[in-house]
């Protein structure tokens, strides 16, 4: 890494949704391993979402059965068993950071605009910007009901933190769009701020449900945190390499929000004058016409290679940043979705 240096529909459409099949799955080696205590947190997910409205069950239930490859709740519980802790505690967490990636979805889509992810219509694309905000709120506060009643105060102030960074993330990244001036440092704080804190929190919630010292804390947080920014350095790449039925979402999403991305950025370095031009004028006006000729520099340019580079980079570090925990099969299945997080085309 160091190397590259809404507005609210007035209305609510309510839709009859029908059962859908998720898009992703957990990563395929995890499964054997933890796909008990994955059930565990299905059925904390299920409990916690009930609510008295029937919009916010139809909403939130819609978007959880979605799908999503929820590794977010598998470094709580890889985490927790890793450093021998098994109490009940660690489905309440795991869940809690799916719900709180969950609300972020919702907001994120309606901030975006996005019509597709994991496959299906975005909430907003069926419901409504406004009933995707207000569940997206509900999400997040029951969030904030559950890790209470783990009572702990560690717990809160992790969770508080990360979510606050978040917020502060979701933000710089609406600063930057269409600016194709945006620094490689400025575009890392993003991925830190808005994807990485939530990894890193909850890696970081294993160790504190151990009750391990600060060194170990830090370094499961520091696993997540590099782990995180792995995960989201390849998303940003398969918007220029992948295609639209495996990411389930639309190919170059992110070119139509203007959003200046490491392959962009790491083209427009290597690209000729014209190049340069075509990319800055499509950022700073989401222009999907030329989508083809920009992915078509991206590759020529080697800017995907750096960026998966970039990638490898950082799940380098997650790696060596567990290099103390005792030997296990889940410390040996955090090493393994290093490269998966990597290696992976959806």
């Known amino acids: 890494m160091a190397a590259l240096r809404a507005t609210c529909a007035p209305h609510v459409r309510q839709r009859r949704v029908t059962n859908i099949t998720p898009a992703t799955a957990p990563p395929h080696t995890l499964v054997p391993l933890l796909a008990t205590e994955m059930s565990e ?9 009930g609510s008295e409205v029937v919009l916010i069950n139809q909403i939130s239930k819609y978007i959880v059965s979605a799908g999503g490859k929820r590794i977010r709740p598998l470094l709580v519980l890889l985490f927790s068993n890793a450093l021998g802790f098994k109490g009940p505690e660690r489905f309440e967490l795991a869940a809690t950071v799916e719900f709180i990636h969950t609300a972020t979805l919702l907001h994120d889509d309606v901030v975006d605009e996005s019509q597709l992810r994991r496959g299906h219509a975005t909430a907003n694309a069926l419901f409504g910007n406004a009933a995707s905000v207000l569940v997206g709120d509900f999400v997040y506060s029951r969030a904030f009901q559950m890790m209470v009643a783990v009572n702990r105060m560690r717990v809160l102030e992790v969770l508080a933190d990360a979510t606050n960074v978040i917020a502060e993330g979701e933000v710089l990244q609406l600063l930057n769009m269409h600016n194709p001036d945006v620094s490689v440092d400025d575009y890392l704080r993003v991925i830190r701020f808005k994807t990485a804190k939530l990894f890193e929190a909850s890696a970081r919630l294993g160790a504190v449900l151990a009750d391990s010292p600060p060194e170990v804390e830090e370094a499961c ?28 979402k639309n190919v170059g999403d992110d070119l139509r929000e203007g959003k200046p991305t490491l392959p962009l950025l790491v083209a427009m370095e290597r690209g000729d004058a014209q190049q340069r031009e075509m990319i ?27 960026t998966r580079s970039a990638a490898r980079e950082e799940a380098e570090h997650a790696r060596n940043s567990i290099n103390a925990l005792p030997g296990s099969p889940y410390r040996d299945a955090l090493l393994e979705l290093c490269v998966q997080a990597v290696d992976r085309s959806f």
């Open 280 to 306: 800055r004028h499509a950022i700073e006006h989401g222009e999907l016409e030329r989508l083809p000729d920009i992915v078509r520099i991206v590759r020529t340019t080697g800017a995907l290679e750096a």
């Open 41 to 49: 947190v299905d059925a904390v997910i299920r409990r916690r979402l």
């Open 221 to 248: 947080a520091a696993y997540g945190r590099a782990l995180g920014t792995a995960f989201q350095l390849v998303d940003d790449l398969l918007d220029y390499e992948g295609a639209t039925v495996q990411l389930g």
